[in-house]
Each structure stands twice: as structure tokens, then as C-alpha cells.
């Protein structure tokens, strides 16, 4: 698989949660396939809309305000529109740091709730996504040589794009800027591609989810390097693919064999199933977690062939290549251990979400809706004030005629009749004041947590004061 450029991207957000917090801010930056910057960079600010509220935390790491994003941002719906058309363009990789897990997350709820596909952009057209941070876990465990790595104050390296860069000479006088941390992601992508080449090819081709599925098929131990296992083993592990997932072709489980299998293989499907469900401080004394995880193919998951662990690399990962296949011919010559195995960790029914906002994850879209979605996203939002007003429930699929409401309260709620105005005006209420299951973070909490900020960053006062003010021009509904 090859690219013909990749956007370098990164969002500022107003919280952690891709579900219920939104973005403020993203910037990004093109490059060729050689990772030569083209063309001009884009910045924008999202407005944010009447229905939330900024997690002043967030707010406190970014710098960004409400009040700023309202007067420097475009509507979200413009916002999520010209995102998409730079990551729709044929050819184009997307790539960022921790996007995977982070951005790409924001992505997906942001295209969701303004009726764009969320997926279309990661696979049509030649294009897919990539990720830097385990890339760069991958560079320090296996060849670390070529970038100073920074160390946490435990000891162990850390992988924060801020003391990356920090520590190879980069800038990080404007950390937390979207634009800033594009350059210094593409900054060290480049030092990366220069230093270990064949690293950086490798990687590349893990893009693709048949290459990766091929490796996986193979049912032989590989390396693993992902933040699931501990930065006191430099985040890499040896793993044996065990199963398909029953249900997500792409996905197999992996046994981490830096563990011994053998205390688990004579326990049965309800014991193993307490072992994988349930946290660690609710399972039975003296047991241990099961030692593995899914491997997901489409999301680029860091994985090598057991051959590119030279000696330097043994030593420095503490992995033991005949332990490992020790633990994975005991795996491998045990079926029946394997079914339990399979039969424990079979999916459980998934609960509802709360709010058709959260619910992209709830099933796929119908291709007659998919179509009509890409009418509305085309559409005014006073133009689809007529749709609601006349309640026509436009859509199959009741998650996308609840977000119907839901765009055109927040973008035209002038142009809606009194009981569909009512309706928004109800869930606003929910959102901003009653119902915690819709939001991140709710009024009171809000300015709770605004007054012990005021206590320990004083130094932060204009901006808390700007927090502080912010939903004085929210109209609260009574």
C-alpha cells in the first residue's frame, strides 16, 4: 500500500471523551510520500455549540477558551465538512500522534453527528490512516539508536509527543497548539524514516489489514509492541495468535508469552471469564488477569516477525525467544484449553447508548439512509428545519432522525416549530443541567471544578474568569 501524501493532523478538544466532548481546534499539514511538506497548512476553530460544556482542565492544557473558539471557528458542521474533504482526498494517508486511540475517535463522533460516513474517508479512494506513537515505542524497543529518548521520573522512557520533542532540540514553546504538534509529529517522522528506513517501510505496510491478517493467520509467535503492556518492558511483548474474533473477522486474540500458560490451561469457562471481565481488584485471590488481548487489523497494530530481535534487543526487553516458544507450543498442543478459552471471552450483549450522539458504535447505517445523510450534510440547516417541523422521520434507522433534531437545534432553532423547539430545548436541559449519562460535565460540576482551579492555578485567573462566564450566553433552559 502506498500513499500519495499524508496529513499530518491533531485536534484540541474541550475534554477526553470522543463520545460527549468536543473538539476545539484542529490543524493540519501535507507531505508527499517522502515526507516533504506541500502546500499551506490548515488551522480551524470549531464553535461551540449551546449544548456543552468545556471541561476547564482541557481548556487550562490548550488555552483555548469557548469565547475564543466562538469568534475564531466556523460552525461545526462547516467544521466536520472541510476536515473530511482534506482526509477524503484520494490517496491521502491520515496520520497523527495517538490518533488511533484519540483523534480519530473525535473524527468519527464529529462526522457522526453531522451526517458525513464515518468510516468512507479511512479506506476508499487508496486512502488509510496511520499512527506515529507505538511506531516510535517500536523504534526504542528494537533499534533505539538515532533519537534521544526522555524517561519519566520513574525511569522508564516516556512517549509524550511534548518530551519527544523536547528532548531531539523541537519546539515546545506553543505545546498543545493543533499546528505545533503537527510539526513536531512530522518532525520526528522524518528523523525516524532517515534513521531506520526499513523500520519505517514496515510499518507502512501495516496499514493494510491483509498483511496484517496474514501475519496473524500464521498462528506463529510474533512481536507486539502496543502501551497495553508496561513501559518497564518497553511496551513490547511476544505474543502467539490464538482465535479469530467470533464475531469482527479482522480481529484475533493474542496470548502474551512472556507469561506461562500453564496455570490457566486446567481452569474452566466461568474462571476464565472472571479472569478477562472483570477488573483487577474485583478478581479471586491469589488468581491473575488472562494475559491477552485483541489485535485489531485495521488500526495498524505495531507487529514484527520473532527474527528482528537481535541481541541488544533481547537484553534491553528482557524477552526470552525460548521461553516464548515454550509457552506457545503449550498454547498450541492444548484445543480444548483454547475452546473454553474462546467460549469465555464470547462477546456479551452490549448496552444501549443513552443518547443517539453515542451511538455510532450501535450498528452500520442502510445504504438508502446513508444516502439520504449525504442529502442533509449538503443541505442548510434551515432547510432541514422543514423535515422536523413537518415531522417526517426522514430515516430507517431512529438514531439518525434523533440527530436530525439534534442539528438543526443547535445550527437553526429559530427555524423550528414550537414542539420540536420544545423538544430541543428539553434535551438541552438534559444535556447542560439533569441527566449525566448525555454529557461529560454538567453545571454545577462545572463550577465546582472552576472554583478548585481558582485555589490551585491562580496564576490562571483570566482564563478561569472566562470559564466562569461562559454559560451566562448559553440561555440556559429552565
Not at 25 to 41: C, H, I, K, T, Y
Not at 209 to 215: E, G, P, Q, S, Y
Not at 338 to 364: I, V
Not at 429 to 448: C, F, I, K, V
Request: one cysteine or more.
Amino acid at each position: 500500500m502506498t500513499a500519495d501524501s499524508f496529513l499530518w493532523h491533531d485536534y484540541e478538544t474541550f475534554g477526553a471523551n470522543p463520545r460527549l466532548d468536543r473538539p476545539c481546534q484542529f490543524a493540519a499539514r501535507r507531505s508527499d510520500d517522502q515526507l516533504n511538506p506541500v502546500g499551506e497548512p490548515l488551522v480551524l476553530y470549531c464553535q461551540p455549540t449551546l449544548d456543552m460544556l468545556p471541561h476547564p482542565d482541557a481548556c487550562l492544557i490548550t488555552g483555548i477558551t469557548p469565547q475564543q473558539a466562538l469568534r475564531d471557528g466556523v460552525p461545526e458542521y462547516e467544521f466536520a465538512q472541510r476536515i473530511f474533504e482534506q482526509m477524503a482526498t484520494p490517496g491521502t494517508c491520515t496520520v497523527g500522534f495517538n490518533n488511533l486511540r484519540f483523534d480519530d475517535e473525535f473524527s468519527r463522533f464529529l462526522f457522526w453527528r453531522n451526517f458525513i460516513d464515518p468510516y468512507v474517508r479511512e479506506y476508499r479512494n487508496g486512502n488509510s490512516r496511520f499512527d506515529l506513537i507505538d511506531l516510535m515505542r517500536t523504534w526504542h524497543a528494537l533499534r533505539p539508536e538515532g533519537l534521544v529518548w526522555p524517561q519519566r521520573d520513574d525511569g522508564h522512557p516516556s512517549f509524550r509527543l511534548e518530551d519527544l520533542a523536547r528532548a531531539n532540540g523541537l519546539s515546545v514553546e506553543h505545546a498543545h497548539d493543533a499546528l505545533a504538534d503537527v510539526d513536531n509529529t512530522l518532525a520526528l517522522a522524518q528523523r525516524l524514516r532517515a534513521q531506520q528506513p526499513k523500520l519505517w517501510s514496515w510499518a507502512l505496510s501495516l496499514r493494510n489489514k491483509h498483511n496484517v491478517d496474514r501475519l496473524l493467520a500464521a498462528r506463529q509467535a510474533l512481536l507486539h509492541v502496543t502501551a497495553r503492556y508496561p513501559a518497564a518492558e518497553h511496551c513490547i511483548a511476544p505474543v502467539l495468535p490464538l482465535f479469530r474474533h467470533p464475531e469482527i473477522n479482522g480481529q484475533w486474540l493474542v496470548w502474551n508469552l512472556r507469561h506461562d500458560p500453564t496455570s490457566f490451561m486446567a481452569e474452566d469457562a466461568e474462571l476464565l471469564a472472571e479472569l478477562y471481565w472483570n477488573a483487577r481488584e474485583d478478581l479471586p485471590e491469589g488468581c491473575d488477569r488472562l494475559p491477552v488481548k485483541w489485535v485489531r487489523g485495521n488500526r495498524c497494530p505495531m507487529l514484527a516477525p520473532m527474527s528482528v530481535l537481535d541481541d541488544a534487543a533481547r537484553e534491553r526487553t528482557g524477552i526470552d525467544p525460548a521461553r516464548a516458544t515454550d509457552h506457545a507450543g503449550r498454547l498450541l498442543s492444548d484445543d480444548a484449553f483454547l475452546k473454553r478459552l474462546a467460549q469465555a471471552l464470547a462477546p456479551r450483549p452490549g448496552g444501549t447508548a443513552a443518547d443517539a450522539e453515542s451511538a455510532l458504535y450501535q450498528g452500520f447505517v442502510s445504504n438508502a439512509d446513508r444516502q439520504l445523510a449525504e442529502r442533509v450534510a449538503s443541505s442548510r440547516p434551515e432547510q432541514l428545519a422543514e423535515w422536523v417541523n413537518a415531522d417526517r422521520q426522514p430515516f430507517a434507522d431512529a438514531r439518525l432522525n434523533e440527530l436530525l433534531l439534534h442539528f438543526v437545534g443547535r445550527h437553526a432553532a429559530h427555524a423550528l416549530a414550537p414542539e420540536p423547539r420544545a423538544a430541543w430545548e428539553d434535551y438541552r436541559r438534559r444535556r447542560l443541567l439533569d441527566d449525566p449519562e448525555l454529557a461529560a460535565l454538567q453545571l454545577d460540576n462545572y463550577r465546582q471544578r472552576i472554583d478548585q482551579l481558582q485555589q490551585e492555578r491562580p496564576d490562571r485567573t483570566a482564563l478561569l474568569d472566562a470559564l466562569r462566564q461562559w454559560p451566562e450566553q448559553l440561555d440556559l433552559p429552565r
